[in-house]
């Protein structure tokens, strides 16, 4: 009893003092290309999030409650990012209240350990985007199907019916997850139904978890057929041409470390470090699972031997056989599932890959949840104790080196030097102009009652996805359609004057620069090159 209430206080330990250390680097109101997105569709109306969303390349369920937040919070960057911190800390509390539940409590313990203490928890803790809901509705689907086959309620099938659809309308790994995730369930309840019939010829070969299953699939699938053609839509544009890479080297190694430490973009931790890190934790891990196997089967092979010396009939024997294999099977499924739906997953997308390139490393924080879950169960179940808390010391060590660093990037002061350098001149009828770079979108989505005017030199075709951004944004191929335009325009370049150049080119006497900067911001290294200008009609 003793030794049960140590645990359970150590649990809630790593819960209150997880959610504090992940919450450190949250509290800012800077942003990057895809999180000036995310806040620009915040604001829109649920339709509008519908119709825009069917332009981009995720789903729209991010959005929708993003929205909702907006409706009850207005327009706040703060309440943004806390939002994305939440469904990690839900997710560390399900370790107490499902997996101890489901698997005891030093797997609980662990799961919770690296839900808020794995790095990549506080590269993305803060994120402004849907990946961190994404991992929780996938981790809820993950359980509610173990919950199925151990126990197959109404209960537990209509919550993984809801968080199966939750995650496949939250990301399209979310859908992929979701998909063998039903089919494992469907192979399972199958060949179940016909071990039965085969048992009892007068069953039905469907019994009552298979048209549960069945069910339940048919209520996804019309659930997500307005989705459907969108879907098929953008995996088109997909086809057609992509910013990410096909299947290398390098995007392998960025997936094995990014799990770890959430390196990508930006990197928190040296590759050197990260990698070493990476193959720390996994070897560990791989032996903690071999041993666990090892141990059982030593165990399964006494206990045979005790029978043969008890003498039992070759029949019994047999079925003693059975019996203690399938307790060796059970012992390790749950870890063994989670390994094999992480790999399946991986497999499925690399496959796609190959035609269309959708493997990113960033992706994968879909299925992170299951991932986490991996370790800690073979860490809890088969690690020695001191090799065990050495490692949770070395992630503790790495996290908080990682912590520090993206802290240092978020509270960098240059990141308030654009905003703080286009507000103290800023006039309510100005116009904000910016071409296919990301510092342009950002400064916008800082600004949005500003008019705000994209200048889509590349010709990227994106109107109606990028409706996402600004006040009645206007694109424009060239700058003719600005002709007539009378009055005050802020210019937004990156590392250069290209636009401001361009305009003076065109217009000559009819601008008249006001003031001009550039800055480079500790936030994801962002570069801005301000013009502001006063224009007359052509």
Request: with cysteine; net charge positive; proline share 2%.
């Amino acid at each position: 009893m003793e030794k049960t209430n140590k645990i359970k206080y150590m649990h809630f330990a790593i819960i209150i003092l997880g959610i504090i250390f992940i919450s450190i680097p949250i509290f800012h109101n800077q942003l990057w290309f895809d999180e000036s997105y995310s806040v620009g569709m915040a604001s829109k109306s649920f339709i509008d999030i519908w119709t825009i969303g069917s332009n981009d390349v995720h789903p729209v369920l991010y959005y929708w409650i993003l929205h909702i937040i907006y409706l009850i919070f207005g327009h706040n960057i703060y309440i943004y990012r806390f939002f994305s911190m939440v469904p990690i800390a839900i997710l560390a509390i399900l370790g107490y209240t499902h997996i101890k539940r489901d698997f005891g409590e030093k797997v609980g313990a662990l799961f919770s350990f690296f839900v808020l203490f794995l790095p990549i928890s506080t590269t993305y803790s803060g994120e402004i985007r849907m990946y961190t809901w994404a991992m929780l509705f996938v981790s809820l689907m993950s359980i509610y199907a173990y919950r199925v086959y151990q126990k197959s309620s109404n209960k537990n099938w209509i919550l993984f019916a809801i968080f199966s659809l939750a995650s496949a309308y939250t990301h399209y790994y979310g859908l992929a997850t979701a998909g063998i995730v039903n089919f494992i369930l469907f192979i399972y309840f199958l060949y179940e139904a016909i071990k039965k019939h085969k048992n009892n010829k007068e069953n039905k070969i469907y019994t009552a978890e298979l048209k549960r299953f069945t069910i339940s699939a048919i209520t996804q699938i019309l659930l997500y057929l307005p989705w459907l053609v969108f879907f098929l839509r953008q995996f088109q544009g997909v086809s057609r041409g992509f910013w990410i890479e096909r299947p290398s080297v390098k995007i392998w190694l960025q997936i094995l470390t990014f799990q770890f430490t959430g390196n990508l973009d930006v990197i928190f931790i040296s590759q050197i470090i990260a990698i070493v890190f990476a193959i720390i934790l996994l070897a560990y891990n791989f032996y903690a699972m071999f041993r666990l196997i090892i141990q059982h089967r030593k165990l399964n092979k006494r206990k045979l031997i005790s029978a043969k010396k008890a003498e039992k009939k070759v029949e019994n024997l047999e079925r003693e056989t059975e019996r203690v294999q399938q307790i060796e099977l059970e012992s390790n499924k749950p870890g063994l599932l989670a390994f094999g739906i992480y790999i399946l997953v991986m497999i499925s997308i690399f496959i796609i890959s190959l035609k269309v390139p959708i493997l990113y490393a960033r992706y994968f924080l879909n299925i992170t949840g299951i991932f986490m879950f991996f370790l800690a169960y073979f860490m809890a179940k088969g690690g020695r104790k001191t090799l065990t808390i050495l490692i949770c010391f070395i992630t503790i060590i790495v996290a908080g080196y990682v912590n520090y660093n993206v802290a240092k990037m978020n509270y960098d002061p240059t990141n308030k030097q654009p905003i703080a350098y286009v507000k103290q001149d800023l006039k309510s009828d100005d116009m904000i102009l910016f071409a296919n770079e990301g510092s342009g979108f950002v400064l916008s989505m800082q600004l949005n009652d500003i008019q705000n005017c994209f200048y889509d030199k590349e010709n990227w075709n994106v109107e109606p996805a990028y409706k996402a951004f600004g006040k009645d944004m206007l694109t424009i191929k060239n700058l003719e359609p600005l002709d007539n335009y009378e009055g005050r325009i802020w210019i937004i370049n990156s590392d250069s004057y290209t636009i401001y150049n361009e305009f003076v080119d065109r217009y000559k006497e009819k601008i008249k620069l006001i003031k001009q900067e550039k800055f480079t911001t500790g936030y994801h290294s962002y570069k801005y090159s301000i013009s502001l200008i006063e224009k007359q009609a052509k």
